[in-house]
């Protein structure tokens, strides 16, 4: 339909310029037949003389029209370019922050610290949120994080591996024999590493109670990521990155919270947390006789106060120089 009537309508100006010339001629001719002085040669040099006339005329003309057709041409193209680039700038801004980090942490061995950046931006996050949630294979920073925190949130939600389930801490042991302080190391030395950290873990966010409740998930975890969300970000850390391989601390990224990433996994915890049966509430009620309970149905043999008392000094212990690097970063947040 559109290509029809873009035809119909340069008929309609072919045969309107036919028209003005045919009807311009006519009345040409008529009055200049009515001259009866005119002889055949006045006429012709007549004729010639607007030749040449109209041929300087067009000249000049086309001259001055093809500048003034180029300055409007390139206002109007410049007028389109600005519009192209402004929606253009608009859409890939809009695409930035839905699908590109906001920030990328490079991967680390202890050695080299914990990541003075990463720790930074991860404080100030937590510093104003009210919803904290974290994912992966073992929450062993979680509680140690939450306690330095200036700032108490509202809600924390923790998906982990269940201590009890010994091929997933089996696969996680497997993907740790290339870290550095894990060379040499038996796969049942790594797995009992593995064990031990996550019912330290449990107990830690136990714990963590008396300052807020805290939702603890089990899940079948294959230790292929992590990530820890605030209101204002996510933090994802990629174990199997390509820059990931054989550092205890991987390659991580922070995506706003308007991305796409933080909406889908906080919508996909949110789910896990609802239609999971595998979970547990840790509140100021409870006393240790509940923990205990709980971590003898998890492992599967009976846990005694001593049990408890002796994981807690591990726990500290394990966590005492992180503990001490947090208080630093905790002035430059």
């Known amino acids: 339909m559109s290509s029809g009537n873009q035809g119909l309508r340069r008929t309609l100006v072919v045969y309107a310029f036919a028209l003005a010339c045919v009807s311009t001629l006519v009345v040409g001719i008529v009055l200049v037949t009515r001259d009866e002085t005119l002889t055949a040669g006045s006429v012709l040099s007549a004729i010639g003389l607007n030749l040449i006339a ?3 005329f067009a000249a000049i003309f086309t001259l001055l029209s093809t500048r003034v057709q180029e300055r409007s041409l390139e206002q109007a193209l410049g007028e389109q370019l600005q519009d192209f680039s402004a929606r253009f700038n608009s859409e890939l801004a809009r695409a930035n922050e839905s699908f590109l980090p906001t920030d990328v942490y490079p991967p680390l061995d202890p050695v080299e610290g914990y990541g003075d950046k990463f720790n930074v931006d991860m404080t100030r996050s937590l510093g104003r949120t009210d919803f904290y949630a974290f994912r992966g294979p073992s929450a062993r920073y979680v509680a140690a994080r939450l306690r330095e925190s200036q700032r108490i949130p509202q809600q924390v939600k923790v998906a982990m591996l269940r201590p009890g389930d010994r091929r997933s801490i ?26 031990d950290e996550l019912v330290m873990s449990v107990i830690s966010l136990f714990d963590y109670r008396h300052i807020c409740p805290v939702d603890l998930l089990y899940t079948e975890d294959t230790a292929v990521y992590r990530f820890e969300m605030f209101d204002d970000a996510v933090y ?6 390509p820059q990931s391989s054989g550092r205890e601390m ?3 990224m922070r995506f706003s919270a308007n991305s796409f990433h933080y909406k889908t996994l906080r919508l996909d915890l949110i789910r896990r947390f609802e239609i999971s049966t595998n979970k547990v509430t840790f509140d100021a009620s409870q006393d240790d006789e509940f923990l205990m309970s709980h971590l003898t149905e998890l492992i599967g043999k009976q846990v005694i106060a001593e049990d408890l008392s002796r994981w807690r000094q591990r726990y500290n212990a394990y966590v005492g120089d992180f503990v001490g690097y947090l208080r630093g970063v905790g002035g430059q947040a």
């Open 236 to 241: 994802v850390s990629w174990f199997h990155g």
């Open 170 to 195: 089996a696969r996680r042991a497997s993907d740790r024999r290339f870290w550095a302080r894990s060379r040499g190391k038996t796969p049942e030395t790594l797995e009992a590493e593995v064990y």
């Open 250 to 252: 991987p390659e991580s």
């Open 54 to 56: 109209s041929v300087v």
